[in-house]
């Protein structure tokens, strides 16, 4: 079984600082706290593309194992590597984030998609924010008549952890917001 989620969220941020908010989340020491269930990242790659001015990027991202700790025992491992790999046109205002886990897939397969762009109501002030998750426990002998709870737990941790990231998203925005006029926060 799958267990899918979307939402969408408007950041009262131009499409410009909301994606540069996007880059600098994991980078300010303020968001550790807040996004204590990352890590590490570090990027692989990135590349410009010279015919369309789109940037490519890929970044590993070392998290905590998401579902309940019960989970993480039973697997003996309580960290999850990902790949994110990201696509930004500035022609189109458009970024767009897919992350998927690397390690631990043959007990859970998680793929995230982002995509902000200008929202169609204040091109020019406002961003929109729209998220797409699945999450799938593999089925095991042992976990077969769990696995169920265990996705609904698992969908419960990243939607914390997605609020999270938007509280960390709207201060790294009111701080670029703020540098942009000289000021400090």
Sequence with gaps: MVRAYSQEHIYKHPWERVTAASWRKFADPEN???LSHILEVDTLNHKLEPSTGKLH???ALTIHAPGPWFVRNIIGQDICHCVESTIVDAKTRSMQLATRNISLQKFIEVEEKIRYEPHPENLAGWTICRQETSIRI???SALASMAEKIEQKCVEKFQQNS???REVMERMCMYLE???RGMSV
Excluded: H, I, V
């Design 138 to 140: 593999k089925p095991l």
């Design 32 to 34: 550790k706290r807040t």
């Design 178 to 180: 703020a540098e942009s």
């Design 57 to 59: 990027t890929t970044r």
């Design 163 to 165: 609020a999270k990231g």
